[in-house]
C-alpha cells in the first residue's frame, strides 16, 4: 500500500513549496513568545512584554485576513513581497528598539507594523487545492498541512525561547525574521 503523503509530494513542485512554506511558517509562532522572552530580558518588565506581544498578535489577527483577500484578488507574488518587506524591516526594528533601549514607544509602532506579515499556511493550502482539486489527495495535503502547523506552534514557540535564553534576548527575534525573510523568499520564487 502506498504512503499517501509520499505520493502528494510526487507532484511538481510540492516539496519546494511545501519546505519553504515550513520556513516561513515558523515566525507565527516564534514572534509572539519571542517578544516576550527578548523583552522581560532586556526591559525587565512583564507587563511591557506581554503588552507588546499581544500589540503585534491583535494586529496581526485583523490583518492577515485583510492581506489574504488581496493576495486572493491580486496573486501570491505582488502581496508577499510587500507585506514580508515590511514584516521584516519592522521586526528588525523592533529587536533594535528592545536592545538599544529606545522609547517605548516604539516598541509598540514595530510590533503594530511587523503584523503585516503575510498568512503563509493560507497561501501553501491554495497551492495544494491548485494542484489537487476535486482529488482525494487534497484531504491528504490538508491533512499535512495541519500536522505541519501543529509542529510549528510547538517547536517554532520552544526553538524562541530557547534561543533567547541560551544566547541572547534578541536571539530568538532574531531567527524569526530570518525565517520569514528566507522561507518568504523562497516560497514566492516558487511558481
Do not use: C
Not at 530580558?41 to 498578535?57: F, K, M, N, P, R
Not at 528588525?92 to 529606545?102: G, I, K, M, R
Not at 514595530?110 to 503585516?116: P, Q
Amino acid at each position: 500500500m502506498p504512503n499517501p503523503y509520499r505520493e502528494i509530494f510526487k507532484a511538481r513542485g510540492a516539496k519546494g513549496f511545501a519546505a519553504a512554506g515550513f520556513v516561513a511558517r515558523m515566525p507565527m509562532a516564534m514572534a509572539p513568545i519571542g517578544i516576550v522572552a527578548m523583552l522581560s530580558q532586556t526591559h525587565g518588565e512583564y507587563w511591557l512584554a506581554g503588552a507588546v506581544s499581544a500589540t503585534y498578535a491583535l494586529a496581526n489577527a485583523f490583518v492577515a485576513p485583510q492581506i489574504s483577500r488581496l493576495v486572493d484578488r491580486l496573486g501570491q507574488a505582488r502581496i508577499v513581497v510587500p507585506t514580508t518587506v515590511i514584516s521584516v524591516l519592522a521586526f528588525v526594528v523592533l529587536v533594535a528598539a528592545a536592545n538599544q533601549d529606545w522609547p517605548i514607544w516604539t516598541l509598540f509602532v514595530s510590533a503594530l507594523v511587523a503584523a503585516a506579515m503575510p498568512s503563509i499556511p493560507a497561501m501553501v493550502r491554495a497551492r495544494w487545492t491548485e494542484l489537487f482539486r476535486d482529488r482525494p489527495e487534497m484531504n491528504t495535503a490538508f491533512a499535512f498541512e495541519s500536522a505541519a502547523d501543529e509542529l510549528v506552534y510547538i517547536a517554532g514557540a520552544s526553538l524562541s525561547v530557547g534561543l533567547s535564553v541560551a544566547l541572547f534576548p534578541e536571539a530568538g527575534m532574531l531567527a524569526s525574521t530570518l525565517f520569514l525573510a528566507f522561507g518568504s523568499t523562497a516560497f514566492i520564487l516558487q511558481r
